[in-house]
């Protein structure tokens, strides 16, 4: 058995360069509705450039220098505008019913990218080396301890906070995403509501 | 297309698309509005509470967290696990207390660890902290409860004099010259190293003590002036007037509630609640009823009208 050439097979079966890259689309895609995804895509690109100058200046940069303080603006707002576009992104999938015909993978894999994203956003505020990340830390433990996380998981515990930030929590969410984009260019935008079923109910 | 999408889309007219131009001209639009809010409103960063400027600014509330913890006062005295095995004020919801199943996994004794040890280094330069401390573990449980509940009393109507703190003159055994060190320690700005327990050190990166040494009035009080405490939707907002995680709502929510505010379980109940309203979520495409949120709002009529105009086209599946 040739894993290559099984891979290859299945790629080319599931996602042709016209389904990654295309340049049709249904005549029903035509509403500002359907820009918030790639908004909140933007807004991700956004947080990992801004995230990677301030990983390589270090979690310190941001209190001694105008220009670490800019770039930590930056991805200040790169998370604000990041979770603005998915709350949107999010409720309009939701009040379109874009789990229908079969894509209720794609649904759940963005409700557990939210869930991995609320705790990279999570980890940011805690890695700011502020009072808030430090309040944060001491109020947050208790909940993280009420559920049993906090045995794994040290809200206080600056090394692990960082760490999960930059590193693992990005990691997942654009994981996640990747999956979540391949299965929605696979499957291709969600049809219409049909109006005489909808009429019927 | 793949047969996948050939299948979804069968029957459907198409219109020309341009997915790279579309996606770059949504980036510049996001990444100048960031710019612009960035330069606009910066966010705050607003200074740490630190031993040495606690010390200094407030040496009653510095010597009093000290005292209290000494004391065996402290909530981290008896919080249970993961810090120790004392399980009697664990959250618990029907019996249920997952903070018991990992048990004790960052073992913490807060008299000793947040006095006794660092006053032990102080011992190493200072003998008479020294000699308080061996007084200090040479007496008897009742005779440290009584000098500890003296002083703290006595701290109520404390004077500061070129620093130090004043009480009144009465019987607390070796506790003012322990306190004393504690002070001092705060004032040289060593008590965060003081407090490490990392044998790594200088890899200390685990700074769970020092973070937790003043997480009682101390934090508290300042959490106040800036309206972050729980009751004040604490974590959902940051210093001043710029946004926080609002996307917290939903959680923080349940700790504005009277009755769930104040219930010892609060924690527990709360994430539980979230807990159950992601699930929903997540489930959502198979939950009757609730799946078809759409067509009871109908905002897709609204997405979509120009498809449900076309004359031919009533968007019937085929």
Redesign the interface.
């Known amino acids: 058995m040739n894993l290559t050439r099984r891979l290859q097979e299945y790629t080319q079966?599931?996602?042709?360069l016209?389904?990654a890259?295309?340049?049709?689309?249904?005549?029903?895609?035509?509403?500002v509705?359907y820009?918030f995804g790639?908004?909140t895509?933007?807004?991700l690109?956004?947080l990992i450039l801004t995230g990677m100058i301030l990983a390589i200046f270090g979690p310190n940069w941001?209190?001694v220098s105008g220009t670490g303080?800019?770039f930590?603006?930056?991805h200040?707002?790169?998370a604000?505008?990041f979770?603005g576009?998915l709350?949107l992104h999010m409720l309009?999938k939701?009040?379109?019913?874009a789990?229908?015909?079969g894509?209720?993978k794609t649904?759940?894999i963005g409700?557990?990218t939210l869930?991995v994203a609320?705790f990279a956003?999570?980890t940011g505020?805690l890695s700011?080396?502020?009072?808030?990340s430090?309040?944060?830390?001491?109020?947050?433990k208790?909940?993280m301890?009420?559920?049993?996380v906090?045995?794994?998981f040290?809200t206080?515990?600056?090394?692990?906070v960082i760490t999960l930030h930059v590193a693992f929590f990005p990691f997942l969410v654009v994981v996640l995403v990747a999956i979540h984009l391949a299965y929605i260019?696979?499957?291709?935008p969600v049809?219409?509501?049909?109006?005489?079923k909808?009429e019927k109910? | 297309m793949s047969m996948k999408s050939d299948e979804n889309l069968r029957g459907v007219p198409m219109k020309p698309y341009d997915l790279i131009r579309e996606g770059l001209i949504i980036l510049g639009f996001i990444a100048v509005v960031i710019i612009v809010l960035a330069i606009a409103w910066p966010p705050p960063d607003y200074p740490t509470v630190r031993g040495v400027e606690v010390a200094t600014r407030q040496p009653v509330a510095f010597v009093k967290t000290a005292a209290d913890i000494l004391a065996g006062n402290a909530s981290l005295q008896d919080y249970g696990p993961p810090y120790n095995a004392d399980t009697a004020n664990s959250q618990k919801l029907l019996g249920i207390a997952p903070i018991t199943w990992f048990g004790v996994r960052q073992p913490l004794d807060p008299s000793t660890d947040f006095v006794l040890t660092p006053l032990q280094r102080v011992a190493v330069f200072n003998k008479d902290v020294g000699a308080a401390v061996a007084a200090w573990k040479a007496a008897s449980d009742d005779s440290r409860a009584a000098w500890t509940k003296a002083y703290i009393a006595a701290l109520d109507k404390a004077t500061v004099a070129n620093g130090n703190v004043q009480v009144a003159a009465g019987d607390y055994g070796p506790v003012p010259a322990m306190m004393q060190g504690m002070l001092d320690l705060g004032k040289a700005g060593l008590l965060e190293g003081a407090l490490e327990s990392n044998d790594r050190q200088p890899y200390a990166l685990d700074t769970s003590r020092a973070m937790l040494f003043f997480q009682e009035d101390v934090d508290e009080s300042v959490a106040n002036t800036l309206d972050m405490t729980g009751g004040q939707w604490g974590i959902t907002h940051e210093v001043g007037n710029h946004p926080g995680p609002w996307w917290l709502w939903p959680y923080a929510i349940w700790y504005q509630i009277p009755g769930l505010n104040t219930n010892p379980n609060a924690d527990l109940i709360a994430i539980l609640i979230m807990l159950a309203f992601f699930l929903i979520l997540f489930f959502l495409p198979f939950i009757p009823g609730l799946n078809r949120i759409p067509l009871w709002i109908g905002f897709y009529k609204l997405v979509w009208r120009d498809w449900y105009k076309r004359p031919s086209g009533k968007g019937k599946k085929k």
């Open positions: 079966r599931n996602m042709t016209e389904d890259l295309p340049t049709r689309m249904p005549v029903y895609v035509n509403s509705a820009l790639v908004a895509l933007s807004a690109v956004m941001y209190h303080r800019f930590n603006s930056l200040f707002w790169s604000q505008a979770f576009c709350v309009t939701l009040l379109l019913g789990w229908r015909d894509r209720w649904w759940m409700v557990l869930g609320i956003g999570f505020y700011a080396t502020s009072f808030s430090m309040w944060h830390a001491v109020q947050a208790d909940a301890n009420a559920i049993g906090g045995a794994f040290n206080t515990n600056f090394g692990q260019r696979h499957e291709s049809r219409p509501y049909p109006l005489e909808e109910s």
